[in-house]
DNA sequence: AATCGCGCCTGACGGC
DNA sequence: TGCCGTCAGGCGCGAT
């Protein structure tokens, strides 16, 4: 499921090999995705060249010299750059095909993810224009999350995973992040700590970045861009380890469900 | 304003 | 064997 890392995975391991190149042909095999592709991809990409290739929380954002294409890869999406396709399984939704005859092709079993359209600048599209700040940039910091945390009631896993909080901590990190800081998954944002939130802010950038260097987590369907699956998985403290011993102190980790998502810690080391 | 829960979708898995 | 129910989960959105 691509978090953070799986995306920044995806865009190292595509930009190399798509940039400069131009635009062929555009097909949607599928276009209901979470929302309809929008169509004109088809009539208005080719010819145009790709600039570059960045990435915003979970959103990647393909410039190219006509616009912007936007791509999150939902639960279960990946992107592929093939040197010759010449046949496509079920779950390939969208070829972008090169003049080189080399494609990049997105592919989604569960097809939440979306694939959106703009020629204005991408961060004001209206599903970027109201989320947090980066993890990994400076102003994610401990005296950020304790400012934003004043008055919320909700638990602190669930704030942790709200996009205007914070981008790309989904459900595996923000797990990992709580453990390795030491804070129960229910406890009020509220009613955290200032140095606990700096203890937390740290502990979300260094699993996030570990998780980046391992090339992400492959539960099931991730797998990055040469189909290789990430590695970070076996560098999992808690996430679905329960009834498994805590790393930290052998006591049996407990799983529950939170806000109808799993959560894994350890009751011991997680107290408060 | 903040919080909660639904629904989208497929594949895997367990039970019978 | 095969069918059916359940679960997983990112995240926008409607309800409270």
Partial sequence: MPELPEVETTRRGIVKLIRHKTIKQV???????????????????????????KRRGKYLLIKTTVGWIIIHLGMSGSLRVLTQPNH???????????????????TDPRRFGSIHWTTQDPLQHPLLKSLGPEPLSSTF????????????????????????????????????????????????AGTLSKRKYQHLSQAIQTVLAQAIHAG??????????????GYFKQKL?????????????????????????ASYYCPRCQRS
């Fill in 27 to 53: 097909i949607i095999r599928q276009p209901k995705l979470r929302w309809q592709v929008p169509l004109n991809l088809i009539t208005d990409l080719p010819g145009s060249q790709i600039l570059q290739i």
């Fill in 88 to 106: 496509h399984q079920k779950h390939d939704h969208v070829d972008i095909i090169f003049t080189d005859n080399s494609c990049l092709r997105y």
């Fill in 141 to 188: 910091n401990g005296d950020y999350l304790y400012e934003k945390s004043r008055n919320r009631t909700i638990p602190i896993k669930s704030f942790l995973m709200n996009s205007q909080v914070v981008v790309g901590v989904g459900n595996i990190y923000a797990n990992e992040a709580l453990f390795l800081a030491q804070i129960s998954p229910l406890k009020p």
């Fill in 216 to 229: 992400g987590t492959t539960l099931k369907d991730f797998y990055q861009s040469d189909g290789k699956p």
């Fill in 237 to 261: 403290n808690i996430y679905g380890k329960d009834n498994q011993p805590c790393p930290r102190c052998a006591k049996s980790i407990k799983k529950i469900i939170l806000n109808q998502r």
